[in-house]
């Protein structure tokens, strides 16, 4: 069954560095997603991807974030300059349509800012 | 605003014992519905999602959730937990013209022998 890959799995990263978080969706997907969840928090939405431009984003995803899809196949999130509070796993997510909405995730990658 | 409400952090239950884990949700327009599980270390899979018909739908894995607009709720439920149900539950709400997904904070199943 296809899958949604994310690299790497877990990444520690100091304070203020940049962090390129790598995500393979499902091939013939058209949507593509961040979401992020902080330890014993919600899973919360970031950012959605379509058409090669974000079309929808939310509060969290400021200008410290942005995503990218720079060759066909992988989707990043980048963090220019990481917070303490950035520390979360962060989960890709992709789908086409007519399958409605139903959403294929990663398995997340572990982001720890010290 | 969409939200989604699971009451339950934790749950234990004995291997054999029936399971419902509850869910509650707002949204403004026809919701679609979702639950996910996430086992140690692996990503969010889908178990099953309703999006409109027959409100008690069947999943993956022996699970089933049943729709009740009156209420706001999508319960899951399954008959006889397996050892293997162990794991972190979501539940989560979209739209056909909003896609993004709006999830609760997950309940924690444990399974004992």
């Known amino acids: 069954e296809p899958e949604v890959t994310q690299t790497p799995s877990h990444q520690v990263t100091q304070m203020g560095q940049e962090v390129i978080l790598r995500c393979v969706p499902i091939s013939n997907h058209l949507y593509f997603y961040w979401y992020r969840q902080i330890l014993g928090q919600k899973v919360e939405f970031l950012v959605s991807?379509?058409?090669?431009?974000?079309?929808?984003k939310s509060e969290i995803f400021d200008d410290q974030f942005s995503v990218e899809r720079p060759d066909g196949s992988n989707f990043t999130l980048k963090i220019r300059s990481t917070k303490l509070e950035d520390s979360a796993m962060y989960f890709c997510?992709?789908?086409?349509?007519?399958?409605?909405?139903?959403?294929?995730f990663g398995a997340g990658t572990r982001l720890s800012v010290l | 605003a969409q939200s989604v409400t699971q009451p339950d952090i934790h749950i234990t239950v004995s291997e054999g014992a029936s399971l419902e884990l509850r869910c509650n949700y707002s949204?403004?327009?026809?919701?679609?519905l979702f639950w996910y599980v996430q086992s140690p270390g692996q990503g969010l899979q889908l178990l099953l999602k309703y999006f409109s018909g027959d409100t008690l739908v069947q999943g993956i894995k022996g699970f089933e959730a049943e729709f009740k607009r009156s209420q706001s709720s999508f319960n899951l439920r399954k008959p006889s937990v397996h050892w293997s149900d162990a794991a972190e539950y979501f539940c989560a709400v979209g739209g056909d013209n909003d896609y993004k997904l709006s999830f609760g904070a997950g309940t924690t199943v444990t399974v004992r022998a």
């Open positions: 997510a992709s789908h086409t349509l007519p399958a409605k909405n139903i959403q294929y």
């Open positions: 949204y403004g327009a026809t919701p679609y």
């Open positions: 991807f379509y058409n090669n431009e974000i079309s929808e």
